[in-house]
């Protein structure tokens, strides 16, 4: 009896220690690093991974949530329901100055017309005018907790204003988000290629960020990275004769995540996100009167400083006036294809890293260089083909990616902190970092261990270029029409993500800039690709920030 005890005894140990190698996994304080299972080259990518030994018989799905239960079917007329919700102004006045601050009080109630008595639901805030200027400033709103909601509203500009206070969810619906998010390891299904070199074939397979423990670590391709804390499983492909190292593309499975959407929710939950419940206008004909000066270059008798990092705080960012943004924290450069704006890019280098949008700043950026050169004199104009002095490059960072058809090649992919690592710094180099979009599908953790690893590499630039000037852009509203955008890509996701980033980024000696107001005002929809006023008015305090002296 002791010989089997003392066998089992060893067994257990011996498997525990198993478990632990084949995790791999360093944590340091409240972040996950993960020890890559090749060589810490700050220049591998996805094509290097180390073999993995030999499949085995069975393999399950890599896909898999943590779980998938359901919670039940509750009543609909008791959920928090735009048209039911009041407004009232604290303390009305006949007419307010610019500078003054309007108070609304909101009274969140259900379909039934019942006051709330908790809060959680997810507000949205601005005062807008349409004549004979068009402008708008976003509301912060303070949740009381009992169903009653204080925005606030620095007035800015004069004329007569109309508030706007939008539902974008009911609490209970920020519950299920919530839910969902913390629940399910995956709420968007990738899938990524495998060549033979021989035969040619190819085999596609699932690929997460999070690895199903219940699947054999034999049956798993491991490309995770320790440098940029980035963690990337597949599952090994068994149909054809393809190692680890014969991944060469990647896309969304959208069969997969239909089918996956499907497990999430009950259908009653499902309604929550129907148009008729989710981003509904709150009801009210309020309108209240400014006057005065409206605020341009400074508050009082302040001029602002320019933009960058650690800007005092302030009771708005600033507002829209006729397609122009006027920050409240800083002074912008204004784009006026002048003299002043090739002084300001003449022997400068910007460098972006992320996303669409970031895309966006490089296409509007060339657009501006080559304007700016077709109005040179003759001779600067030759001198500048000769040297290129007004650089501008953008990388489009690696997984997650919300990518369908054709899809994306793993070799051409990239992680924003080796890319980082690669730039050579200095006071004439602006790096724009701007990705959270594709990572709203992910949980948290995923977001957060990036962005730690971003953060690194930012700690290693700057101790090498003290002078580099980076800045970080904030995520914005977004408009939403099927149920797959809601359960992905919900704003509510988004102001998460905002907050998760100036936690982990907001020491460092970089500007934050935070467009999330000014998206807010955006009309008629919350566009995922911004208009060019707005990226203008975006690149316009970046590019106060690199033009500063």
Same mark, same amino acid.
């Given at each position: 009896?002791?010989?089997?005890?003392?066998?089992?005894?060893?067994?257990?140990?011996?498997?525990? &220690?198993?478990?632990?190698?084949?995790? #791999?996994?360093? !944590?340091?304080?409240?972040?996950?690093?993960?020890?890559?299972?090749?060589?810490?080259?700050?220049?591998?990518?996805?094509?290097?991974?180390?073999?993995?030994?030999?499949?085995?018989?069975?393999?399950?799905?890599?896909?898999? %949530?943590?779980?998938?239960?359901?919670?039940?079917?509750?009543?609909?007329?008791?959920?928090?329901?735009?048209?039911?919700?009041?407004?009232?102004?604290?303390?009305?006045? =006949?007419?307010?100055?610019?500078?003054?601050?309007?108070?609304?009080?909101?009274?969140?109630?259900? $379909?039934?017309?019942?006051?709330?008595?908790? /809060?959680?639901?997810?507000?949205? $805030?601005?005062?807008?005018?349409?004549?004979?200027?068009?402008?708008?400033?976003?509301?912060?709103?303070?949740?009381?907790?009992?169903?009653?909601?204080?925005?606030?509203?620095?007035?800015?500009?004069?004329?007569?204003?109309?508030?706007?206070?939008?539902l974008g969810h009911s609490s209970e619906t920020v519950e299920v988000l919530r839910r969902i998010r913390d629940s399910f390891l995956d709420r968007r299904v990738t899938k990524c290629s495998f060549v033979d070199e021989y035969s040619n074939l190819t085999e596609w397979t699932h690929c997460s960020f999070s690895r199903?423990?219940?699947?054999?670590?034999?049956?798993?391709?491991?490309?995770?990275? %320790?440098?940029?804390?980035?963690?990337?499983?597949?599952?090994?492909?068994?149909?054809?004769? $393809?190692?680890?190292?014969?991944?060469?593309?990647?896309?969304?499975?959208?069969?997969?995540?239909?089918?996956?959407?499907?497990?999430?929710?009950?259908?009653?939950?499902?309604?929550?996100?129907?148009?008729?419940?989710?981003?509904?206008? &709150?009801?009210?004909?309020?309108?209240?009167?400014?006057?005065?000066?409206?605020?341009?270059?400074?508050?009082?008798?302040?001029?602002?400083?320019?933009?960058?990092?650690?800007?005092?705080?302030?009771?708005?960012?600033?507002?829209?006036?006729?397609?122009?943004?006027?920050?409240?924290?800083?002074?912008?450069?204004?784009?006026? @294809?002048?003299?002043?704006?090739?002084?300001? @890019?003449?022997?400068?280098?910007?460098?972006?890293?992320?996303?669409?949008?970031?895309?966006?700043?490089?296409?509007?950026?060339?657009?501006?260089?080559?304007?700016?050169?077709?109005?040179?004199?003759?001779?600067?104009?030759?001198?500048?083909?000769?040297?290129?002095?007004?650089?501008?490059?953008?990388?489009?960072?690696?997984? =997650?990616?919300?990518?369908?058809?054709?899809?994306?090649?793993?070799?051409?992919?990239? !992680?924003?902190?080796?890319?980082?690592?690669?730039?050579?710094? /200095?006071?004439?180099?602006?790096?724009? @970092?701007? !990705?959270?979009?594709?990572?709203?599908?992910?949980?948290?953790?995923?977001?957060?261990?990036?962005?730690?690893?971003?953060? +690194?590499?930012?700690?290693?630039?700057?101790?090498?270029?003290?002078?580099?000037?980076?800045?970080?852009?904030?995520?914005?509203?977004?408009? +939403?029409?099927?149920? #797959?955008?809601?359960?992905?890509?919900?704003?509510?996701?988004?102001?998460?993500?905002?907050?998760?980033?100036?936690?982990?980024? /907001?020491?460092?000696?970089?500007?934050?800039?935070?467009?999330?107001?000014?998206?807010?005002?955006?009309? =008629? !929809?919350?566009?995922? +690709?911004? /208009?060019?006023?707005?990226?203008?008015? +975006?690149?316009?305090?970046?590019?106060?920030?690199?033009?500063?002296?």
């Amino acid at each position: 009896m002791l010989a089997r005890n003392r066998g089992l005894t060893v067994g257990f140990v011996g498997g525990i &220690v198993f478990t632990l190698l084949c995790l #791999e996994l360093v !944590f340091y304080g409240d972040k996950t690093a993960v020890r890559s299972t090749t060589s810490e080259r700050q220049a591998q990518d996805f094509s290097t991974t180390t073999e993995q030994p030999a499949k085995s018989e069975t393999k399950q799905n890599m896909v898999t %949530s943590v779980w998938s239960q359901k919670r039940h079917d509750f009543d609909i007329s008791k959920i928090t329901t735009a048209e039911e919700m009041s407004i009232h102004v604290v303390d009305s006045k =006949p007419v307010y100055q610019v500078g003054d601050t309007l108070v609304v009080k909101i009274n969140a109630r259900d $379909a039934n017309g019942q006051k709330k008595t908790y /809060g959680g639901d997810f507000l949205l $805030a601005k005062l807008c005018t349409k004549s004979p200027v068009k402008a708008c400033s976003a509301g912060r709103i303070t949740d009381r907790g009992n169903g009653v909601y204080i925005a606030r509203f620095f007035l800015s500009y004069p004329g007569s204003l109309a508030i706007s206070v939008r539902l974008g969810h009911s609490s209970e619906t920020v519950e299920v988000l919530r839910r969902i998010r913390d629940s399910f390891l995956d709420r968007r299904v990738t899938k990524c290629s495998f060549v033979d070199e021989y035969s040619n074939l190819t085999e596609w397979t699932h690929c997460s960020f999070s690895r199903n423990d219940s699947v054999n670590p034999r049956d798993i391709c491991d490309y995770s990275r %320790s440098i940029p804390n980035a963690t990337w499983y597949c599952q090994r492909p068994t149909r054809v004769n $393809a190692g680890c190292h014969s991944i060469t593309e990647c896309n969304r499975d959208n069969p997969a995540t239909t089918k996956l959407h499907e497990t999430m929710i009950t259908v009653s939950e499902a309604s929550l996100f129907n148009r008729s419940l989710a981003n509904r206008e &709150v009801p009210n004909d309020i309108r209240i009167t400014v006057k005065g000066k409206r605020i341009q270059d400074g508050i009082g008798m302040k001029p602002l400083p320019p933009c960058g990092p650690h800007l005092p705080a302030r009771s708005s960012e600033g507002y829209w006036y006729n397609k122009t943004w006027y920050s409240l924290k800083c002074r912008p450069h204004r784009l006026h @294809l002048s003299h002043l704006d090739y002084r300001c @890019l003449r022997n400068k280098s910007i460098v972006v890293l992320g996303d669409s949008t970031g895309r966006q700043y490089l296409e509007y950026l060339q657009h501006l260089v080559k304007n700016i050169k077709a109005d040179l004199p003759e001779e600067i104009r030759k001198w500048e083909r000769n040297h290129k002095s007004m650089k501008v490059d953008f990388v489009f960072h690696t997984f =997650p990616r919300n990518h369908g058809e054709p899809a994306l090649e793993v070799k051409k992919l990239r !992680f924003v902190a080796d890319e980082i690592d690669r730039i050579v710094g /200095g006071p004439n180099v602006l790096l724009v @970092l701007c !990705f959270w979009a594709h990572y709203n599908a992910e949980p948290l953790e995923t977001f957060r261990s990036r962005v730690w690893g971003i953060r +690194h590499a930012l700690e290693r630039l700057l101790s090498r270029y003290p002078d580099t000037k980076v800045v970080w852009r904030t995520g914005t509203m977004q408009d +939403h029409i099927r149920l #797959e955008h809601f359960l992905e890509n919900s704003s509510w996701y988004t102001s998460q993500l905002l907050q998760e980033a100036k936690q982990i980024l /907001g020491d460092l000696n970089i500007f934050i800039m935070d467009v999330w107001e000014m998206s807010v005002c955006d009309e =008629p !929809f919350y566009m995922l +690709h911004p /208009g060019p006023d707005i990226i203008k008015s +975006h690149l316009e305090m970046m590019l106060s920030y690199l033009c500063s002296r």
